[in-house]
C-alpha cells in the first residue's frame, strides 16, 4: 500500500503525513493515526506502567482489531521527549505503535511524527521581504545575464536561512569578482 492509497482509504487530507527527507518514510500525525484507529474499529485494550519516574515513563499498550491483539511499548524520556508530558508523550507512541502495526504501515515505510523527535513536520520556511529585494536586485546585475534561471532554481531551491543566505552571500561575491575584472 502506498502513500496515496493510505489516504484514500483513510480519508486523510493534506497535512495529516509527509516525507520525512531523511529517511523516506512517510510520517503521519498523531491525529492521522487517530483517524486510521477510528476507521478500523481499532479498540485500546490495557495500558500497564512499565515505569513512570521523572526522567523516563514506559507503558505496555495493548490494543486490538477484530480478533488481532497487538501490544508495543510507549516510552519517553528526557533525553528522547522535548515535552515536559512524558506520560502523554509515552501514551501516544505506544498508542500510535500499536495502530500502525494492526495495519501493517510499517511494512511501507509508514511512520507516526510522535514516534522520534526528529519525525516532526518541519517548519515551512519563509524568505524574509529584505531578502526577497535584495536577490531581486542582485539578479539585475549584469553578472547574472544568461545565469538567471539557474541562479532562481538555487534561490527557489534555498529551503532554510543558512541556505538562503549562501545563495545571497555567492551572489555578492560573484557581482564583487565581476566588478573587480571589470575595472
Not at 482509504?9 to 510520517?27: A, P, V
Not at 483517524?35 to 515513563?57: D, F, Y
Not at 546585475?141 to 532562481?152: A, I, L, M, R, V
Not at 555567492?170 to 575595472?183: A, L, P, T
Request: with cysteine.
Amino acid at each position: 500500500m502506498n502513500i496515496k492509497e493510505l489516504a484514500k482509504k483513510y480519508g486523510l487530507i493534506e497535512g495529516d503525513f509527509w516525507n520525512h527527507k531523511q529517511s523516506g518514510q512517510w510520517i503521519l500525525t498523531h491525529d492521522a493515526v487517530e483517524k486510521v484507529a477510528t476507521k478500523e474499529g481499532i479498540r485500546l485494550v490495557n495500558i500497564e506502567t512499565l515505569n513512570s519516574e521523572t526522567e523516563l515513563v514506559r507503558f505496555l499498550v495493548t490494543m486490538v482489531k477484530d480478533e488481532v491483539t497487538i501490544t508495543s511499548v510507549g516510552e519517553a524520556d528526557r533525553k528522547n521527549c522535548h515535552s515536559q508530558y512524558l506520560g502523554c508523550m509515552a501514551e501516544k507512541r505506544g498508542v500510535d505503535r500499536c495502530v500502525l502495526k494492526l495495519i501493517n504501515a510499517y511494512e511501507y515505510g509508514v511512520s507516526s511524527e510522535v514516534e522520534a523527535e526528529d519525525f516532526k513536520r518541519p517548519a515551512h520556511y519563509q524568505k524574509t521581504d529584505n531578502q526577497v529585494v535584495k536577490f531581486s536586485d542582485m539578479l539585475e546585475h549584469p553578472y547574472f545575464d544568461g545565469k538567471k534561471k539557474e541562479t532562481k532554481k538555487a534561490w527557489d531551491d534555498a529551503n532554510s536561512l543558512t541556505a538562503t543566505e549562501l545563495v545571497l552571500s555567492q551572489m555578492n561575491h560573484r557581482i564583487e569578482q565581476h566588478n573587480q575584472e571589470s575595472n
